[in-house]
């Protein structure tokens, strides 16, 4: 973490040396195109619903700082869960991060021994860098890497499940492509992670305490400028042994309801959480972006 940190901190410098030429430039341009910085993902990267993409939050381009701010939240069977947070990006290259998340167990709550209601939360702060290539202006696709620190809110509780730990970072390197001429876009994350159930369910468990490699995947088909469909994948971890974790699908649509708002509506499937199965349901987010 330590080393993704010192990078992104000589990346934000970079970013902020400026030649004359430029300097004379305005912080604030806003020239994106639309639904190309993504939405925030459940962990407040921008991307996908379910994953990172390798774009950076906020709709400046490299001349501009931009900034974005989600609400997001998941009707699942058995379960709620909600989010929200912020991220800046500076430069069209860093991006800083932010996010609060809330997974409440409501009557299963009960069933676990928990009481009703009974609610898991976690924060997340992320840091990313485009280190290469542009999602549409370069013939190399964008390429991140990416640091999520996540420290979940309930250690006795997550330990006494069979989780290791109560805090854990995840690392990340994202590629991402939009082909204009087709109005197609293809991203895939790979993931070197012990968290359970995003962190909610803590790092590392009873069965396995070491990181392991996940995949993540997006397809997105621009149907207008303002409406894209598509559908994300993301492998999980199965760390502790009280519960199977299932990878994660979904089925989305963004709709850029304002060059300033999308609103995104997806079908998810989540599979096994906390030992229910055939957890599906809906994820709604809106995002403001500038």
């Known amino acids: 973490m330590t080393r993704l940190l010192l990078a992104a901190t000589m990346a934000l410098l970079a970013t902020l040396s400026l030649s004359p030429t430029a300097s ?21 990267a921008s991307g996908g619903g379910l994953t990172p993409w390798a774009v950076i939050a906020g709709n400046e381009t490299d001349e501009g700082i931009g900034l974005s701010g989600h609400g997001t939240m998941v009707e699942v069977k058995d379960y709620d ?9 500076f430069r069209d ?6 996010a609060h998340q809330n997974f409440n167990t409501n009557d299963i709550g009960t069933v676990l021994g928990l009481g009703k209601d009974y609610a898991f939360s976690q924060d997340i702060i992320g840091a990313k860098v485009r280190v290469a290539g542009d999602l549409v202006y370069d013939r190399l696709p964008a390429i ?39 109005s197609i876009l293809l991203s895939g994350t790979a993931r070197l992670t012990k968290a359970n ?11 396995r305490d070491s990181y392991g490699l996940q995949f993540e995947g997006s397809a997105a088909w621009q149907l207008s400028r303002r409406v894209a469909i598509g559908g994300e994948f993301r492998s999980k971890p199965d760390n502790l042994g009280i519960a199977r974790e299932d990878d994660w699908f979904d089925l989305f649509a963004a709709v850029a309801v304002h060059r300033n708002l999308t609103a995104t509506v997806a079908y998810a499937d989540l599979g096994s959480i906390a030992t229910v199965k055939g957890q599906r349901g809906l994820l ?6 500038f």
């Open 81 to 89: 869960y909600w989010s929200a947070g912020v991220a800046v990006g």
């Open 284 to 289: 709604l987010s809106l995002q403001a972006a």
């Open 144 to 182: 991140a890497i990416g640091a999520q620190y996540k420290k979940n809110g309930q250690g006795a509780v997550v330990r006494a499940i069979g989780a290791q730990d109560d805090e854990g970072v995840d690392y990340y390197a994202s590629v991402s492509k939009l082909f204009l001429s087709r």
């Open 197 to 207: 159930q995003m962190g909610l369910l803590g790092f590392g468990g009873d069965k």
């Open 24 to 44: 004379a430039r305005p912080l604030r341009h806003g020239g994106k195109l639309l639904l190309t910085n993504g939405i925030a993902s459940l962990e407040g």
């Open 93 to 98: 290259r860093l991006e800083l991060s932010y």
